[in-house]
């Protein structure tokens, strides 16, 4: 199967218009809001240093616009109440433009705080790139014209993920375990409309919620998956609680397909190679091992922080941010959006289009599966010897999901 891969480059109208504007040279600060302590601050990390890894490889020349970017690193702690104590500190310093990813529930708390904090500051306003948080109702019934939503939705990738697991004829059995919140909630949800859909037959033979961060020891859920008959595990969990039910697979002796949207989040690689050859499937917007100027970058980063690049969001949102800097000829927040609404650059997967309607980026998704690498995927995820290789990529058409959105614009 052939996938072609390619280099970032703006439409050849922005390029030319881009020839000079007033903001080239000029820095722009981004405040990065996400766990840096706590249960996920192993990802928070990650994801804040490759925000500035992309911010520093994609900025000054090497952008339309001609703008730097400074990312700014704060400790919401992954709470909604931290993270507006953060906004607040980030606009003190005068910071326009803030992103986050890791929970809904932050995210939500973000988005209505922002929107807050523009209708009672005009010449003030505030741009928040989302480049994580799924759960839809942020681009649907909450959405707002200030967020702008970088991955893919949980509607979006169920709808693809289901789309593909429909043609899985073992695929019989299913068990979900999901984390007790918007996001894990989605998931399960998503997954029981999409699969009766598309394969009645499908079972749901057990399912659970469980606390977000909280479990230490996930043998008792792994016992309920094992007593259910299951034949395949669904799972929307991320970061340790997801590292911590592999563990338990492991310990457990559980060899079931799993499909997941974030087995590649830093830790949980290094407890599936623990456990050895196993089928574990991936739904996202990316792969491991992306060629072109996204591949030279991945290994950069890799070489610099022994550590993996997998949020590919951040070169998506640095690109999308100058592209529309170049289209506005501003840095304006106000100027800003509105040129976003409706633009379309190249991303490292084909053309990535920001949709108006509702502020949420359409774009292609992969499946991927955990395998050894080889000669044609080589790269090494968490220097484990094993990686996750696409075997079937999705044009955006398949997974976009409509929209509920009413988006009231200024003025």
């Not at 990813?101 to 741009?127: F, M, Q, T, Y």
């Not at 998956?225 to 457990?252: P, Y």
């Not at 690689?269 to 060629?291: F, K, M, Q, R």
Request: charged letters at 20%; proline letters at 5%.
């Amino acid at each position: 199967m052939k996938f072609k891969i390619k280099a970032v480059a703006v439409t050849a109208m922005m390029v030319v218009a881009g020839a000079s504007f007033a903001q080239k040279g000029e820095t722009v600060k981004i405040a990065f809001m996400d766990p840096l302590s706590g249960p996920f601050a192993n990802v928070g990390q990650n994801q804040l240093k490759s925000w500035q890894f992309a911010a520093d490889r994609l900025g000054g020349a090497k952008n339309p616009a001609g703008v730097k970017f400074e990312i700014v690193g704060f400790d919401n702690k992954g709470s909604p109440q931290e993270s507006l104590n953060t906004l607040k500190a980030a606009i003190d310093q005068g910071i326009r433009y803030v992103t986050q990813g890791n929970g809904s529930g932050a995210a939500a708390a973000i988005l209505d705080a922002v929107a807050k904090h523009n209708a009672r500051n005009p010449g003030k306003e505030v741009v928040y790139l989302n480049y994580a948080a799924v759960d839809p109702a942020l681009t649907n019934e909450k959405c707002d014209y200030w967020h702008f939503r970088l991955d893919a939705d949980t509607t979006m990738k169920m709808e693809a993920l289901t789309s593909f697991m429909k043609d899985q004829p073992k695929v019989k059995k299913v068990f979900l375990l999901n984390q007790n919140y918007s996001h894990g909630q989605q998931v399960a949800r998503y997954f029981k409309e999409g699969i009766a859909r598309k394969r009645p037959d499908v079972q749901i033979v057990g399912e659970d919620l469980h606390p977000i961060g909280q479990v230490k020891d996930f043998a008792p859920y792994v016992a309920k998956i094992k007593q259910s008959g299951a034949d395949t595990i669904v799972t929307g969990n991320w970061g340790a609680d997801l590292t911590l039910l592999v563990k338990a697979i492991n310990d457990a002796g559980l060899k079931v397909p799993m499909y997941t949207y974030y087995a590649g989040v830093t830790g949980t690689p290094t407890a599936l190679a623990a456990g050895g050859d196993s089928e574990v499937y991936v739904i996202a917007y990316g792969h491991a091992n992306p060629s072109g100027e996204l591949g030279q970058l991945a290994a950069d980063f890799k070489k610099k922080f022994n550590d993996d690049y997998y949020t590919f969001a951040t070169y998506n949102g640095i690109n999308l941010l100058s592209g529309a800097m170049a289209k506005a000829k501003s840095t304006d927040p106000v100027a800003v959006a509105k040129a976003m609404e409706g633009l379309t650059v190249k991303s490292f997967a084909g053309d990535v289009t920001m949709r108006a309607a509702d502020h949420q980026l359409q774009q292609s998704m992969f499946v991927t599966k955990w395998q050894k690498a080889d000669k044609k995927y080589p790269y090494s995820v968490e220097n484990t010897g094993y990686g996750f290789v696409p075997i079937k990529q999705m044009e955006p058409y398949v997974a976009s999901t409509p929209t509920s959105c009413q988006m009231k614009r200024p003025g």
